[in-house]
């Protein structure tokens, strides 16, 4: 023990040893290639700044971008039947399932929350991808039924958000029996007078978008989702033809008339408040929630839609 060791030794090794620099402080994008600053990508609400690629957002995060002030209480949500097929393929349903709650924090792929949207009742039904791919199985189901309910008890508009890749496998002939089971949520709502809003987000694929993604009033867009049913390579390769650039884009569907609006995540919750209430002949309040406006390429403010 000396001053060269407790001293000088470790002043040496602080100089000449590297730090570890935490890999999750940039992003790339995957649409350009830019590297973002994790703050400046939160900042734009997962939107690259550059080319204005829509990354994925959390669902929870969703939801606090759309209510006012970020407020809302979620619906509590019966729990479905434990995987009633016995399905295994290289894991059990179970174990599957248990990975994915341990993931991502919550029993299912779909969140049911209330709240006021510029001073008016709404209920939001959004979907985690994150979740075995947002895929559509009994408690998908259960969850809609249960906020087209909500949504007729509440006098208040239904909107969907989903992100899915389409009925669940592991649940079989269950999974599919949920796309009548969601047109019926639909149903509900429509019986009430009330509007059903879809927010079509990237991806919207498969059982999903052949049932309730495609029934609303008003279909939004974000940005470059894919919406579709069957994948392009199985279209080209059933129809024996190339696709058209662009081909199940949110741009290129609302240029075909299948999509409303493209709407920037930036300007969502104002478009919703607007459409509200032209929909329910309510006028909506100035309550809002600050949001960064979109860029374009050069940095530049782009004013919101």
């Known amino acids: 023990m000396n001053w060269l060791t407790n001293a000088v030794l470790p002043k040496i090794k ?24 994790h703050r400046e990508l939160d900042q734009n609400l997962n939107v690259c700044p550059h080319c204005q690629h829509h ?8 939801l606090a971008l759309l209510f006012d002030d970020g407020a809302y209480e979620t619906a509590t949500l019966k729990a479905p039947p434990v995987d009633p097929l016995k399905f295994r393929d290289r894991k059990r349903y179970t174990e599957r399932l ?11 792929a779909i969140i049911v929350a209330e709240g006021d949207m510029g001073g ?14 947002g895929s559509m199985g009994t408690a998908v189901g259960d969850a809609l039924l249960h906020a087209a309910d909500l949504a007729a008890a509440k006098n208040a508009p239904l909107i969907a958000l989903p992100a899915s890749g389409g009925a669940r496998m592991q649940e079989g002939i269950l999974s599919l029996m949920q796309m009548p089971r ?9 019986e009430a007078g009330l509007p059903f809003i879809v927010v079509l987000t990237n991806p919207t694929t498969g059982g ?45 569907l609302r240029d075909h008339g299948m999509v409303d609006m493209v709407v920037h995540r930036a300007a969502l919750r104002e478009t919703l408040i607007r459409l509200i209430a032209l929909l329910g ?25």
């Open 14 to 37: 602080a100089l000449v040893q590297t730090r570890e620099v935490p890999d999750n402080l940039w992003h790339k994008c995957p649409a350009c290639e830019q590297m973002i600053f």
């Open 55 to 62: 990354m994925p957002i959390e669902a929870t995060r969703r």
């Open 98 to 108: 248990k990975e994915a709650q341990t993931k991502t924090k919550r029993t299912d």
């Open 120 to 133: 008016q009742p709404a209920v939001v039904a959004v979907f985690d991808f994150g979740f075995m791919g």
């Open 182 to 190: 969601t047109v019926l949520a639909v149903a509900t709502v429509r």
């Open 208 to 252: 999903v978008t052949a049932s309730f993604a495609m029934l609303g009033d008003i279909h939004l867009a974000e940005p470059g989702a894919i919406i579709g049913f069957a994948g392009q390579r199985v279209i080209k390769e059933t129809i024996r033809e190339d696709l058209p650039d662009g081909f199940q884009r949110a741009e290129y």
């Open 281 to 305: 002949g309510r006028p909506a309040t100035d309550a809002t929630i600050s949001l960064p406006r979109p860029s374009d390429s050069d940095g530049e403010s782009v004013p919101a839609p």
